[in-house]
């Protein structure tokens, strides 16, 4: 099954806020997250509400009213939006339109649940090691945690997920150039690569009420687990 991938921004749709007092509002809005629904209105991903609208103008998706359930185009959900007592922090306004941001679509065609691998980089192993070293069992602060390579790399260790976890800068120092068993320390746990969860990792402050409907409360609890 193919990767699921969001097309690129039409060129033609521009988002102009008619007025300089809507240059932020507009800006803060086209960045908010909406959740994206396969085919068979499963939960595959989140995107941004710039993206969301992309999809609908180009008719890959639909936008969903979450208390109805209905779905509609751009035009249609932009007479929607017109017919609604409209909030000014939840509107996008461009040159020929003005509608209320969507919280959810639906892709039209697309019925696969989406791949996607968690790229090895710092930010993503103090997320998966929940900012906690990993032989005495600390939270001293990003600040005060290192990486540390379980067999070193003076010794042909490589920087991979299942050989590197977080350390703090004691544990770090206490191990030196050595193997956890050379050094006598235990790893609290064995580090492997963590599956990627589609929306596992979406902040809480971006999660929307509407989602609700679409998601389990199990499910918004999963993290990114080794």
């Known amino acids: 099954m193919a990767a699921f991938s969001l097309p ?7 988002f102009r806020p008619p007025t300089p007092n809507t240059v932020m509002t507009t800006a803060i809005v086209l ?18 509400v710039r993206e969301a609208i992309c999809l609908v103008a180009k008719g890959a998706a639909r936008v969903i009213e979450p208390d109805t359930f209905e779905t509609f185009d751009l035009r249609t959900w932009a007479d929607v939006s017109r017919a609604k007592a409209l909030a000014a922090d939840g509107v996008v306004r461009s040159v020929s339109l ?8 639906v892709l039209t065609t697309y019925e696969g649940i989406g791949r996607a691998t968690v790229v090895f980089s710092r930010r993503n192993l103090f997320k998966r090691d929940r900012f906690t070293c990993q032989y005495c069992g600390s939270q001293p ?17 490589a920087s991979s997920w299942e050989n590197c976890v977080l350390a ?36 809480a402050r971006v999660r929307r009420e509407s989602w609700e409907k679409f998601l389990s409360r199990a499910y918004w609890e999963i993290e990114l687990e080794p």
């Not at 003005?98 to 679509?105: D, H, K, L, N, T």
């Not at 602060?141 to 260790?157: C, N, Q, Y």
């Open 8 to 14: 690129s921004a039409p060129s033609r749709l521009s």
């Open 31 to 48: 960045d908010r997250a909406a959740l994206v629904l396969n085919r068979r209105w499963m939960p595959i991903r989140t995107t941004t």
């Open 98 to 105: 003005s509608i209320e941001a969507p919280e959810v679509v």
């Open 141 to 157: 602060g990003p600040a005060e945690l290192t990486v540390d390579h379980v067999l070193p790399k003076s010794r042909g260790g």
């Open 168 to 203: 703090c800068v004691e544990c770090n120092a206490r191990k030196a150039n050595r193997t956890p068993t050379e050094a006598r320390m235990t790893l609290r746990k064995q580090p492997r690569k963590p599956s990627w969860k589609a929306l596992a990792a979406v902040p």
